[in-house]
């Protein structure tokens, strides 16, 4: 079994940055590639971005490319989501999960889901 904790999350203004961290813990880490999801109030589930288990290939999706990055630390088994430039429409609960496979967007292949951290952006 692997466990995901989500921190990091918190109330900025348009413009500001926040770290997110997803602590795994569990199963041997590194076998696990990693993804970020999150869900706005009304809203789907969405995919944002995704690691492989080296940390050598990351996934975005369109929406927060050149603002957020992915990485990873085995050592630690934590992956990190930094988020720059953010905006109104990032306001979401973030979700870290764990895929048994490679990196994908799509929710229904991650085998483990954390249990979300809100990430509120003011205008």
């Known amino acids: 079994q692997v466990q995901l904790v989500e921190s990091g999350g918190g109330l900025v203004q348009a413009g500001g940055s926040l770290r997110l961290s997803c602590a795994v813990s569990g199963r041997t880490f590194n076998i696990y590639a990693m993804g970020w999801f999150r869900q706005a109030p009304g809203k789907e589930r969405e995919f944002v971005i995704a690691?492989?288990?080296?940390?050598?290939?990351?996934y975005y999706a369109d929406s927060v490319k050149g603002r957020f990055t992915i990485s990873r630390d085995n050592v630690k088994n934590t992956v990190y989501l930094q988020m720059n430039g953010l905006k109104p429409e990032d306001t979401a609960v973030y979700y870290c999960a764990a895929n048994h496979g490679p990196p994908t967007d799509r929710s229904g292949e991650y085998d483990y889901w954390g249990q979300g951290t809100q990430v509120t952006v003011s205008s």
């Open positions: 690691i492989s288990w080296s940390g050598g290939s990351t």
